[in-house]
């Protein structure tokens, strides 16, 4: 598992309080000191709803923008690689591909610019 090494002490951005389901305290990450770069070995936090949309909200009063309207729909990880798998599905040459897993041999091009099968 990979660390975050704070530089100054009493920086960390989280405390974490158990670990695989059993006690364990350990300070993660760290803030800088403006408060608007924080970073962390906690991985898929930003997939909580609930902090992403108090964070941003706490970042957007700290430039001093309004709040957003009502709160979007809910962000789903499924939904993210259902809408990259169709974006690629869409760009890529699938018999191309299929000939490549099943290693046909693809046309080759001679040292004359002509293809040969």
Same mark, same amino acid.
């Given at each position: 598992?990979?660390?975050?090494?704070?530089?100054?002490?009493?920086?960390?951005?989280?405390?974490?309080?158990?670990?695989?389901?059993? @006690?364990?305290?350990?300070?993660?990450?760290?803030?800088?000191?403006?408060?608007?770069?924080?970073?962390?070995?906690?991985?898929?936090?930003?997939?909580?709803?609930?902090?992403?949309?108090?964070?941003?909200?706490?970042?957007?009063?700290?430039?001093?923008?309004?709040?957003?309207?009502?709160?979007?729909?809910?962000?789903?990880?499924?939904?993210?690689?259902?809408?990259?798998?169709?974006?690629?599905?869409?760009?890529?040459?699938?018999?191309?591909? @299929?000939?490549?897993?099943?290693? @046909?041999?693809?046309?080759?091009?001679?040292?004359?610019?002509?293809?040969?099968?």
């Amino acid at each position: 598992m990979g660390t975050v090494e704070a530089l100054e002490p009493g920086c960390a951005a989280f405390e974490i309080c158990a670990r695989n389901s059993r @006690e364990q305290r350990a300070l993660d990450g760290a803030v800088a000191a403006g408060g608007a770069v924080v970073g962390t070995m906690i991985h898929g936090l930003f997939e909580n709803d609930r902090l992403r949309s108090r964070l941003v909200a706490a970042l957007r009063g700290k430039k001093g923008l309004p709040e957003f309207g009502p709160a979007p729909a809910p962000w789903s990880k499924d939904a993210e690689y259902d809408r990259v798998a169709d974006a690629i599905g869409a760009s890529i040459d699938r018999g191309l591909l @299929e000939r490549i897993v099943r290693g @046909e041999r693809l046309h080759e091009r001679t040292s004359h610019g002509t293809e040969e099968p």
